[in-house]
């Protein structure tokens, strides 16, 4: 792993867009069914938005800028995946307006149960989502 690509990363960590502070919440110390997950994680020559090494699996936060870059995103995906990775895309939009339903579909795609510990409390402005095991997220 370079040095530049470290650097990248951090630097990616501190001005994270809204989207990606809503998941790393929700993701963050373990909290969604108790896996492990990175954020700006360098997977050479890329920095993914978050990772869990332990399943090989990428979650990738698409801004609006996405919609230019589509063919990137694309040969991106391809490279990670021939290298074992799996990649999992959800808009900015899908995570400001639900991110319960992210983190479903995330637990969802690891084969597990959607479990959430302890008590999240997420802020998306002037919202606040409180995730708990409720019948919704079984």
């Given at each position: 792993m370079t040095t530049e690509l470290i650097r990248k990363a951090?630097?990616?960590?501190?001005?994270?867009?809204?989207?990606?502070?809503?998941v790393w919440s929700v993701l963050r110390a373990n909290r969604l069914c108790n896996k492990k997950f990175r954020r700006q994680h360098p997977v050479h020559p890329f920095v993914a938005d978050f990772a869990c090494c332990e399943l090989a699996l990428i979650v990738e936060i698409d801004g609006g800028y996405h919609d230019y870059t589509y063919e990137d995103d694309t040969h991106r995906q391809q490279y990670l995946e021939a290298q074992g990775w799996r990649v999992l895309r959800f808009s900015n939009e899908e995570v400001i307006?639900?991110?319960?339903?992210?983190?479903?579909?995330i637990a969802k795609s690891m084969g597990l149960k959607p479990t959430?510990?302890?008590?999240?409390?997420?802020?998306?402005g002037m919202r606040s989502h409180r995730l708990t095991n409720s019948p919704k997220s079984r």
């Amino acid at each position: 792993m370079t040095t530049e690509l470290i650097r990248k990363a951090r630097e990616l960590r501190n001005r994270q867009t809204r989207a990606e502070s809503l998941v790393w919440s929700v993701l963050r110390a373990n909290r969604l069914c108790n896996k492990k997950f990175r954020r700006q994680h360098p997977v050479h020559p890329f920095v993914a938005d978050f990772a869990c090494c332990e399943l090989a699996l990428i979650v990738e936060i698409d801004g609006g800028y996405h919609d230019y870059t589509y063919e990137d995103d694309t040969h991106r995906q391809q490279y990670l995946e021939a290298q074992g990775w799996r990649v999992l895309r959800f808009s900015n939009e899908e995570v400001i307006d639900d991110v319960e339903a992210v983190a479903i579909a995330i637990a969802k795609s690891m084969g597990l149960k959607p479990t959430y510990g302890p008590h999240i409390e997420v802020r998306s402005g002037m919202r606040s989502h409180r995730l708990t095991n409720s019948p919704k997220s079984r």
